[in-house]
């Protein structure tokens, strides 16, 4: 199906999220910080991005700035534990294209890559 990459600090969500990424049949590949994930984005091609916005070295803010720099960047799925109104608005008006909680259940996990990863 899709070429999904996983950018967040916390190997525990990378190898959750990962799993149940791959379980719907996508390849995964995951990072583990905003510059590892602008590194690879930049020579490979991906169909999503799932994105972590606390970080170190880089927040997912700043990955988000730094992506509308980059050509046809991949759709952006923002996972985060920040459930704040400002902080979703904020990540949309930079370009991501869903902002869902961290703790995401597979079936809406599903629905939102149906809706957001091209076949």
Same mark, same amino acid.
């Given at each position: 199906?899709?070429?999904? #990459? ?6 525990? +969500? !990378?190898? #959750?999220l =990962?799993?149940?990424?791959?379980s719907?049949?996508? %390849?995964?590949?995951?990072v583990?910080?905003? !510059? *590892?994930?602008?590194? !690879? @984005?930049?020579? %490979? ?6 994105l ?12 988000? %700035?730094?992506? +509308? ?6 759709? @952006? #799925? @923002?996972?985060?534990?920040? #459930? +704040?109104? !400002?902080?979703?608005? +904020?990540?949309? *008006?930079l =370009?991501?294209? *869903?902002?869902v ?10 629905? @939102? ?7």
């Amino acid at each position: 199906m899709g070429k999904i #990459i996983i950018a967040d600090d916390s190997s525990f +969500q !990378r190898k #959750i999220l =990962g799993d149940m990424i791959t379980s719907l049949g996508h %390849e995964v590949t995951a990072v583990d910080s905003g !510059r *590892a994930l602008l590194d !690879r @984005v930049i020579v %490979e091609s991906f169909d999503c991005i799932c994105l972590d916005l606390l970080m170190p070295e880089m927040t997912g803010i700043e990955v988000l %700035e730094k992506l +509308q720099n980059i050509k046809n960047p991949p759709p @952006v #799925i @923002v996972i985060s534990a920040d #459930i +704040q109104m !400002r902080k979703k608005e +904020q990540c949309l *008006a930079l =370009g991501a294209k *869903a902002f869902v909680n961290k703790y995401i259940e597979k079936a809406s996990l599903e629905n @939102v890559f149906n809706e957001h990863i091209k076949s």
